[in-house]
């Protein structure tokens, strides 16, 4: 199995910046198709972002498609979501998440978690 921390997470003014890092260890990261998730309060958790095991195949929900970038360095063990043009509807905890898979989006179909980063943006 694998294990994922991410970081990165903080307080951003609206139209602002911030980068997510999401470390995995234990069993080989590019074995893994990797995806960003998020939730907010009183909501349910949706896919924000996903990436094949190669990093080949990209895949983003329309709310964030143009502001955000998800990218992996499979050397690193590391997967990352640069998130530009910050929106207050984009506050949430951010998880990462890992599926030993090709590639696949819904969050049904992941079987490993993060434990979650904080992302608030102020209006």
């Known amino acids: 199995q694998v294990q994922l921390v991410e970081s990165g997470g903080g307080l951003v003014e609206a139209g602002g910046s911030l980068r997510l890092t999401c470390a995995a260890s234990g069993r080989t990261f590019s074995s893994y198709a990797m995806g960003w998730f998020r939730q907010a309060p009183g909501k349910e958790r949706e896919f924000v972002a996903a990436?094949?095991?190669?990093?080949?195949?990209?895949y983003y929900a329309d709310s964030v498609k143009g502001r955000f970038t998800i990218s992996r360095d499979n050397a690193k063990n590391t997967m990352y979501l640069q998130m530009n043009s910050l929106k207050s509807e984009d506050t949430a905890v951010y998880y990462c998440a890992a599926v030993s898979r090709l590639f696949t989006w819904p969050p049904q179909e992941y079987d490993y978690w993060g434990q979650g980063t904080q992302v608030t943006v102020s209006s």
């Open positions: 990436i094949s095991r190669s990093g080949g195949r990209i």
